[in-house]
């Protein structure tokens, strides 16, 4: 019974920030390895940002320095905060979560469990 509902979306200019919410609820919710995702308009599904059980962190290439994945145990939250936004950010955003512990975005490693998605729209 693990659900996923992500919150946050919306739409801002160029430039702009956005802060994403991700509640996951379930037994054992805080011990998941969680991650966002997210497929824009012709685009392929790409993993954004992810972080795992033991604190580690990993960021796609495009969104270093501009985005900051986090995650509040006690509340069952990830976040993803997304700083200086470009039209190329627009996408569908979704968190996913594993209960494997280690999971990082591994190629070829699906995660489980999935939200429903988000939408974000940047303007230029």
């Known amino acids: 019974q693990v659900q996923l509902v992500e919150s946050g979306g919306g739409s801002v200019q160029a430039g702009g920030s956005l802060r994403l919410s991700c509640v996951v609820s379930g037994d054992a919710s805080s011990r998941y390895s969680v991650a966002w995702f997210r497929q824009g308009p012709g685009k392929d599904r790409e993993g954004v940002a992810a972080?795992?059980?033991?604190?580690?962190?990993k960021y796609v290439d495009s969104v270093k320095g501009r985005f900051t994945i986090s995650r509040d145990n006690a509340k069952n939250t990830l976040y993803l905060q997304m700083n200086s936004l470009k039209p190329e950010d627009t996408a569908i955003y979704y968190c996913a979560a594993d209960l494997r512990r280690w999971l990082l975005l591994q190629p070829g490693v699906a995660y489980n469990y999935w939200g429903q998605g988000t939408q974000v729209t940047v303007s230029s």
């Open positions: 972080i795992n059980n033991y604190g580690v962190t």
